[in-house]
Structures are given as structure tokens and as C-alpha cells.
């Protein structure tokens, strides 16, 4: 199960205190208390697993390393160690006390969320030629607690999208080395699956019904997956008997959820045309251009049994891949 969805609470380290202390060499008789150490930080790195948010699932509560005390004979006490918490690329992180949020946009991008708590000073630092034997000393500072909300939002080049069960998941598993589950019943794909075809992510976003903007079906669980790709593929199955509605259902639900997603590049691809004589295909590819005013370029039919359509697909994904580079 993918989690992309979570509530978590941080807690930087503590500062370690400091030591009272006098020196113990013969004739030295100053103070000689060290000061505590620092408490660990804890940073938040983007990497390319989609189910690093797993981690969550069950702990919830995470804290970074307390610094130590400080001692005697001017040792200060060693700093905690800073804490790394590795998400996948796409996360936003929602501070529900700061009402800060930050985006991890870019695999390797490291920031800091919560930061350990100062170190006390020892005796040693309350020095001074009226006090020269101080026993004063310092306590830690507390390290950083925040209530945090981990959202993964995919960031991929071309989103497939489209009503449950019309092919979506069978052509990422054609032109990508994903295993995503297909079968012939709706809502196979319960969880988002990428593929990688040449230097372009593709994302399979589980298919949508009617209402998903507010909340039915697998509801808007997946359409903030859909905000961040940057090119739609809609399918629209050749079995429908309805394409028309089917299309302007989903096109419905993604205005619902942003307006912005409907002036994203798109494609329409008509899936499953082994169902249909190659006649029949035309005259449902026209009928389509003209009823949704779209150019004839911008459909194209497909079967994962018929090579020469997957071909087509991968001209066109070619294409856009050539744009991306440039």
C-alpha cells in the first residue's frame, strides 16, 4: 500500500548541559567546566522512492540525538547527530504549527525542518576577576517540536488519466519496465504507478468516476497527483458507448478539483481499439475531433495488441521527450 498521505510529529534534540568543574592539575585551580553539546537537527532529503513515506505508517513520533554534558577538564559534551528523513520527491511537508509549507521538488534536495537545542555553557564561560571560582553553569535548550503533515504530490512528465479500466495500467506495463496490476474489473490500479520511458516519468493516476472532486470513488486521494505532471494523456476506451461523456466527466471532475489543470497539454488516446474494424476506428477518431474540437493529431488509437498503435505511442512520446530536452 502506498502511503501518500501522513501525520507526523518531529522533535529536534536537546542541548546538553553544562558541567561545574575545577581543574584538577596541580596548582590550577580555576574553573574548568566544558559546555554541553549541541542537539541534533532534523533534515528532510527528497529521493526517488515513491513508498518512502511508508516509514510513517506505523511511527509516528521521531527525534533527533540529544547532546551530551559537558565534563570536567574543559571537555565539552559531543553534539547529538543530526537526524535524515528521506521522502519522496514530490513531498510537500505542511508545518501545522508554523503554517510554513516547503516542497521537495528535486531528488537530492536537502532542508532542515527542526533544529536541536543549544548546548549550555560549563563554569569555564562565567569566569571573571571578581568571580574567579563560578559555579554557575547552564541547561540545554530544547530542540525544535513541530506537528508536521507529509503529502506526496507525483511529479511526473505525462499523467494518464481517465475512467477505471481502459488500459491506462497495460500500456505503462508495454512501455516502461512498471508491473502494474490489470485486470478486467474497475479500479485495478489502487495506488499511483510510474514507469520511465527514456528520460520521461510517466504516471498511471487510478482511475476517476464521476464526483472523484468530492470525494467518491478513490476521490481527490488521487487527483493532487495529477496537479504537478506537466502533460495529460486521456483515455477514452473504444468499448464506451458514450466517449463523449466519458470525456467531458473527467474533464469536469479535474476543473472541479483546479481549474489550472485544464489548460495542460493533452493528448487523447483511444484505447482498446482491437474491439473495433479499422474503419470503425476512423469514424470514431472524426467523430471525436469534431464533437470535442480538438485536431485529429492529437488522437491517437491504440492496443497493446497491435504493434504498429505502440509504435505510434512512442513516436509521440519521442517527440515530447525532444521537447523536453530542448
Known amino acids: 500500500m502506498l502511503i501518500d498521505d501522513v501525520k507526523i510529529k518531529i522533535t529536534g534534540g536537546n542541548g546538553g548541559k553544562g558541567a561545574v568543574a575545577f581543574d584538577k592539575n596541580k596548582l590550577a585551580l580555576g574553573p574548568a567546566g566544558g559546555s554541553g553539546g549541541s542537539g541534533g537537527g532534523i533534515y528532510f532529503e527528497a529521493i526517488s522512492d515513491l513508498s518512502a513515506l511508508n516509514q510513517f505508517r506505523f511511527k509516528k513520533e ?8 559537558g565534563r570536567g577538564q574543559f571537555c565539552d559534551g559531543q553534539d547529538g547527530q543530526d ?4 521522502v519522496p520527491v514530490g513531498t510537500v511537508i505542511h508545518n501545522l504549527d508554523s503554517k510554513r509549507d516547503v516542497e521537495l521538488t528535486k531528488i537530492g534536495q536537502r532542508i532542515r525542518i527542526a533544529r536541536g537545542g543549544d548546548g549550555g555553557r560549563g563554569n569555564f564561560h562565567f569566569r571573571s576577576s571578581k568571580n574567579t571560582s ?4 547552564e541547561y540545554g535548550l530544547p530542540g525544535q517540536v513541530f506537528n508536521l503533515r507529509l503529502e506526496l504530490k507525483l511529479i511526473a512528465d505525462i499523467g494518464f488519466v481517465g475512467l477505471p479500466n481502459i488500459g491506462k495500467s497495460s500500456l505503462l506495463n508495454e512501455l516502461t519496465n512498471a508491473s502494474a496490476k490489470v ?7 489502487l495506488e499511483p504507478n510510474l514507469g520511465v520511458y527514456y528520460d520521461l516519468i510517466l504516471a498511471d493516476i487510478p482511475g ?12 481527490i486521494k488521487f487527483l493532487r497527483h495529477v496537479e504537478r505532471t506537466k502533460i495529460l494523456f486521456h483515455f477514452i476506451s473504444a468499448e464506451s458507448k458514450s466517449p463523449i461523456t466519458d470525456y467531458k466527466t473527467i474533464k469536469k471532475e479535474l ?27 476512423k469514424e470514431k477518431v472524426a ?7 480538438i485536431p485529429k493529431t492529437r488522437i491517437t488509437p491504440i492496443s497493446i495488441y497491435d504493434f504498429d498503435s505502440i509504435e505510434k505511442i512512442k513516436k509521440l512520446l519521442n517527440k515530447i521527450a525532444d521537447k523536453k530536452k530542448k
Open 255 to 281: 476543473g472541479k478539483y483546479n481549474k489550472e489543470l485544464l489548460d495542460k497539454p493533452e493528448y487523447l488516446i483511444l484505447s482498446k481499439t482491437d474491439v473495433l474494424k479499422p474503419k470503425e476506428i
Open 134 to 137: 563560578p559555579k554557575e553553569f
Open 83 to 86: 537526524l535524515t528523513l528521506k
Open 62 to 69: 521521531i527525534k533527533a540525538e540529544n547532546g551530551l554534558d
Open 287 to 293: 467523430m471525436l475531433a469534431a464533437k470535442l474540437k
Open 208 to 219: 476517476l468516476i464521476e464526483g472523484a472532486s468530492g470525494g467518491k470513488g478513490l476521490g
Open 183 to 189: 485486470a478486467n474489473y474497475p479500479f485495478t490500479t
